[in-house]
């Protein structure tokens, strides 16, 4: 009989498993201790799976959704493959009803994560419980599995009592299971404290090869492109303390710096740069599953091979080479600039724009979140100021970038 894809291994599993590939290598010795904890990872079919924090979910190293969502030819295929978790939201232009259609007769099989943007909610409370009740009408189903507060900017945006009221009461009705935020800027200074609350049980994350690693002007000279930002970033604490109050982590932004994913893009001993940029995420233990954008059978079958897999010394040196290509124009989301800008203007969120539009290939969404982060108002001009581009440390903002996602006003 087969197993739920959501069932945690047991200790036989994961010995069979455990001589399967770097995976298992790396994990042997755990095993064979006398009082190891039997690792919450598995291996069935050509997919891995990974436990997601205290949830005891088992989801699927790679997960799919995303803005747009796949088409259902390959979201299905995507499912037979293996893949088991599906990320959405209300803000994904259709991506919700789009899911529950393909979603008909296969709910089971999988995990559901979707959000809502609480943040301009008259009655936060009542708010968040009609946006989970038109998901679930949307997503045709009863439960949602992990419901998010998308994009949260500060600790309160998921602890005020308005909001965890929400969480009590839809829990209670049997609505959603467990609790999730996404966090796409300064992530050291939000998350740990909801970590620390005991209250959120997921949160997806942007976290990529850029995250990891920085070419500061200064180590460009230096010769220096590899070094340890994900500690300098306190992304590292981020990780850790998700460890330590077990937190299920999912990985966004896996493709940062990419433009559009292409397989055939920068080879490397046999594999290419969208599957070492997926192996230095999962190469987090912290993380649990990473978020791609499967819009191909093409990318379907490249992400797949990146499933399981070590990163090898010749990933490295062209993730290396790739970071210094691409370092000034990807922003980590650390939100330095944004505490120096005097008009306090978003500037994280707005380069995030322009990254839709220009990397990603998504110039309705890119305008539609554009509306959403200035609908306080009109930008105010930035005159001669330059604080932006003094305090981001990796030569990203700037005046003349903050202009240029103006263009997106239409
Ligand atoms: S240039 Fe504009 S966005 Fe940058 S810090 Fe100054 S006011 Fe803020
Ligand atoms: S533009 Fe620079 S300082 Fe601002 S969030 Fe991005 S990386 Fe950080």
Known sequence: MSRSPFTRPTRRDFLRHSALGALGAGLAGQVLGQDAPVPRIEKRGEMVYRRLGKTELMVSELAIGG????????????LDRGMNLVDTSAGYGGGEERIGEVLQGRRDQVIISTKCHPYRMEDVTAGIIAACETALGKLRTDRIDVWCIHGVGGPEWFLRDDIQAAYDQLKQQ?????????????????????????RLDVALLALNVFSGNTVRPEDVKAGKVYD?????????????????????LVAMKTMAGGALQRPDAYQADGSTLAQAKLK????????????????SYAILEDNLGAVGKTLTAEE?????EHVRERSASVCRMCGACQRACPAKLPIPDLLRCITYRDEHGKPTYARQVYREVTAAGPLPDCGHCTACAQACPHGVAGRERIRATRELRA
């Open 67 to 78: 803005s747009p969502s796949p088409e259902p030819a390959i979201f299905l295929e995507a």
């Open 174 to 198: 049997g609505k959603i299971r467990f609790a999730g935020v996404s966090c796409h800027q300064d992530p050291a200074r939000v998350l740990p404290p909801l970590f620390e609350s005991g």
């Open 228 to 248: 340890n930002w994900l500690a300098d970033s306190g992304l590292q604490g981020v990780l850790d303390s998700a460890k330590q109050h077990d937190v299920g």
């Open 280 to 295: 230095w995420v999962l190469s987090q233990d912290a993380v649990a599953a990473a978020l791609s954008e499967v819009l």
């Open 316 to 320: 490295q040196a062209l993730l290396r």
